[in-house]
């Protein structure tokens, strides 16, 4: 696995994380501690600040699960890919493509964008 495809694993696995304590594991591998994440319709920063985005993702859509569609690509320290977001099981009804900044081997800057949504 090349390392930008572990960081989007890594980042996949941290929205998909409903309990607490393992989540905050998988912020730390993710992301860096000054970690600072906007898309059209949220923000957060520093690892409480995913973590109460994340929390806010599992409400809105319960048994819902994030998936990383294709393969991630980038240069330098930069990287960019594509995830779905559906019920377990099922097709992604929401589509995103973020981008974003690395540093020591995690995320630093995420700019997310929303490629589809349900009307």
């Known amino acids: 696995m ?3 495809e572990t960081i989007a694993k890594n980042y996949i696995a941290a929205w998909n ?3 607490p304590a393992r989540r905050r594991e998988l912020l730390e591998a993710a992301f860096a501690a000054d970690i600072r994440y906007h898309d059209p319709i949220m923000q957060g920063d520093g690892h ?4 109460a985005l994340i929390d806010g993702v599992h409400q809105q859509f319960p048994g819902f699960r994030f998936s990383l569609k294709g393969k991630p690509d980038g240069f330098a ?9 559906g019920p377990d099981g099922s097709e992604a009804v ?7 900044v690395i540093e020591d081997g995690r995320l630093k800057r995420v700019t997310g964008f929303l490629d ?3 009307v």
């Not at 409480?48 to 973590?51: E, N, R, V």
């Not at 929401?94 to 974003?100: K, M, V």
């Open 48 to 51: 409480a600040g995913i973590g």
């Open 116 to 118: 589809r949504v349900p």
């Open 77 to 85: 320290d930069n990287i960019r890919f594509s995830w779905g977001l």
């Open 94 to 100: 929401i589509e995103g493509t973020d981008f974003g």
């Open 2 to 4: 090349t390392e930008l």
């Open 17 to 19: 994380e409903a309990e």
